[in-house]
């Protein structure tokens, strides 16, 4: 695959993109390895939400990995795995090695009665059979659906349901800082709820004390016993399933995101070449977790098709201190970092004294992803991190999107603080008013769409087609609609604003206001809830909720049994910050709660509250701000 290296060139290939899209992508899809070649590079059709690209071919990811890298790459180090406590050997596996272990661990799947299309939820800590786990339900064809470790078991459940996994590979316990947490316990907590799931398979991790269910679970190292090493690729369809990923809308239940095979691994792969500027000896650093499409497309498939060295970190960043991050660049000579903004703000707040021992001499590239990147942290990141002389790309994309959309490419579009900036070869992004018009030209604001099909698109919302369209196809015709907004700037820029539906993002994870509500609701003495989102200075966005109760505790007691049940209803990531009692929300004659005026109160906003005199019950807006957390 041919990386672009100039601003001309850059130009060029989007033109291309624009005017001819079948040449374009198929002459990136020329250099992967096929078992069977396309009829047709793409068919699209927006209405229906029906994507195929590179008709009926046929193709194993994994093949892409590893039988098109081995020759050159086998010695190469793939995977270097860095664990939570920095006095623990790290592991590094060479494409030989990681190709061996893939068709070691799909032996045990496939022996496991695992066949392709069958869907296997991974539940499991950031150590390399994670990786592995991914790979080898790729390479068997099964759809793997990776939950994050620090799900709920109700969340899991509902993911297990909702896809009817046959089977959870998961771990014993997972390292997090000072911290161990009882996956399986929790695995087990689930599985109460589930009928689909047939058999568990367990690494071995913290070596804590957990119960084996006879006939359903066994332990990871037994079942690769005795497993050959090499396996046989399933012959996947172009539009064959790879995995689904779950993510929260504004609606209370995650959907289920598709990807498929081919699209995905052309957009994976293509976006990491040329976002990061990947030269071949590079050491390459991603501190998403596994469990987000960050680490999917980052972490692993990305960075892996293209044959890099793929850093993977089991800890967090401020343990056993906050030097952590910086201690990692300069242990492996980390050429690209990719963080999110959440973390670079978490450690802002610690100024620059764990920067000191570090030299960070490695670092080409910094990276960001998952919201909005503020000025203030652009530059502490890009002088502190970056010395000034990293590229700091500002990556926009989304779980939908499959890959990088908007974003400079490292070193060659020119950088501007806070600004995504252009748009990806492939990709025409469009703003538009709420009717529905394109706002064309420089210094608008709105919505953003996208109006090109592009490979990594998603192709449905598992088991509800009908969702798909409505969510992404319906709201603007012959258009994909982010729910973000956006601005373009004076010279034709792109910056993102953020959600314009009710979607909030807390430190960089996505969550649905009505989903945080309902988890409230489920407390007995909740009568109604409203949650919002509201400025935070370190998580972008903290979660406020204001709930009505019914109850003989007092306020305290309350607060703290509704902050347990959304940790057990979803998990500690949606516990609100602040939490308001109240004895009415305000809502609109038809019965709607006017979010807008709640936000503004979460957000310390007491001016242009609007006009509240429309409302069912404008006197509740008082007690409100009265009331407010500061
Ligand atoms: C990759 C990821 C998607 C939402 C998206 C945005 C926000 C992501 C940026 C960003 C501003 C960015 N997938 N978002 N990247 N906002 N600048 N560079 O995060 O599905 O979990 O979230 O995240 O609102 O719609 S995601």
Redesign the pocket.
């Known amino acids: 695959m041919q990386r672009i290296k100039t601003l001309s060139e850059y130009f060029k290939k989007y033109e291309l993109s624009e005017k001819d899209p079948a040449k374009f992508w198929s002459q990136i899809a020329d250099s992967f390895l096929w078992k069977k070649k396309w009829d047709n590079v793409l068919e699209s059709d927006f209405e229906n939400a029906d994507f195929q690209w590179f008709k009926n071919a046929q193709l194993n990811i994994t093949e892409n990995i590893f039988e098109r890298n081995l020759s050159q790459r086998g010695d190469k180090t793939a995977i270097i795995w860095e664990p939570n406590d920095p006095k623990e050997s790290p592991t590094y596996l060479s494409y030989k090695e990681l190709y061996k272990q893939t068709c070691t661990f799909s032996n045990a799947l496939r022996s496991k009665g695992i066949k392709k299309g069958d869907r296997v939820i991974i539940y499991m800590p950031m150590v390399p059979e994670a990786a592995i786990a991914m790979l080898a339900c790729a390479r068997v064809g099964a759809v793997h659906s990776v939950v994050f470790a620090g799900f709920s078991a109700a969340s899991l459940a509902d993911r297990i349901n909702d896809c009817e996994a046959k089977m959870v590979l998961t771990s014993d316990g997972n390292f997090r800082g000072n911290k161990t947490i009882p996956v399986k316990d929790v695995v087990d907590e689930a599985l109460e709820k589930c009928s689909s799931i047939e058999s568990v398979i367990v690494l071995e991790r913290t070596k804590q004390n957990i119960n084996m269910e006879d006939g359903r679970d066994s332990w990871w190292h037994e079942c690769i016993e005795d497993q050959p090493k090499t396996c046989d690729s399933e012959v996947m369809d172009s539009e064959d399933l790879l995995f689904i990923l779950y993510?929260s809308g504004s609606t209370g239940k995650p959907k289920g995101v598709v990807h498929s095979s081919a699209g995905y691994m052309i957009y994976s792969s293509y976006t990491f070449l040329n976002v990061f500027q990947y030269d071949e000896d590079d050491i390459y650093w991603c501190t998403a977790d596994v469990g987000?499409?960050?680490g999917h497309s980052y972490i692993v498939y990305g960075p892996l098709l293209c044959g890099a060295t793929t850093v993977m970190f089991e800890g967090v960043p401020t343990y056993p201190n906050v030097s952590r991050f910086w201690d990692i660049v300069d242990k492996y000579k980390v050429n690209q970092f990719y963080t999110a903004p959440t973390a670079i703000r978490a450690l802002q707040a610690h100024g620059l004294e764990p920067l000191e021992n570090n030299s960070l001499d490695s670092l080409k590239v910094i990276g960001?992803?998952?919201?909005?990147?503020n000025e203030e942290a652009w530059h502490w990141y890009h002088d502190n991190v970056g010395k000034g002389k990293c590229p700091l790309v500002?990556?926009?994309?989304?779980?939908?999107t499959g890959g990088i959309m908007i974003?400079a490419l490292a070193g060659i579009t020119p950088n501007k603080p806070a600004h995504?900036s252009l748009p990806l070869p492939g990709i025409i992004p469009v703003i538009v008013d709420a009717e529905g018009n394109e706002l064309n030209g420089n210094n608008v604001q709105g919505n953003l769409c996208i109006k090109s099909p592009w490979p990594s698109i998603i192709r449905t919302t598992y088991g509800d087609h009908k969702r798909c369209i409505s969510t992404y196809f319906s709201h603007y015709k012959g258009m994909y609609f982010?729910?973000?907004g956006v601005k373009r700037d004076h010279d034709g820029y792109l910056r993102?604003l953020?959600?314009v539906d009710d979607?909030i993002?807390v430190s960089?994870?996505?969550m649905g206001t009505a989903e945080v509500e309902n988890a409230i609701n489920e407390h007995e003495d909740v009568i109604e809830s409203a949650v919002v989102g509201y400025p935070h200075d370190i998580k972008g966005e903290g979660i406020y909720a204001y709930v009505i109760v019914s109850t003989k505790l007092n306020d305290d007691e309350i607060k703290n049994q509704i902050i347990n049940v959304v940790r057990k209803v979803i998990g500690p990531i949606a516990k609100p910050d602040k939490i308001q009692i109240v004895s009415g929300l305000p809502k609109t004659r038809s019965g709607k709660i006017m979010r807008r005026i709640l936000r503004k109160v979460a957000s310390n906003d007491f001016q242009n509250l609007g006009d509240t005199s429309t409302l069912l019950n404008p006197d509740v807006v008082k007690e409100i701000i009265d009331g407010a957390i500061i």
């Open positions: 993510t987000w499409i960050t960001s992803v998952g919201e909005p990147i500002d990556t926009w994309w989304q779980t939908e974003s995504a982010t729910g973000d993102i953020g959600r979607v993002n960089g994870h996505r």
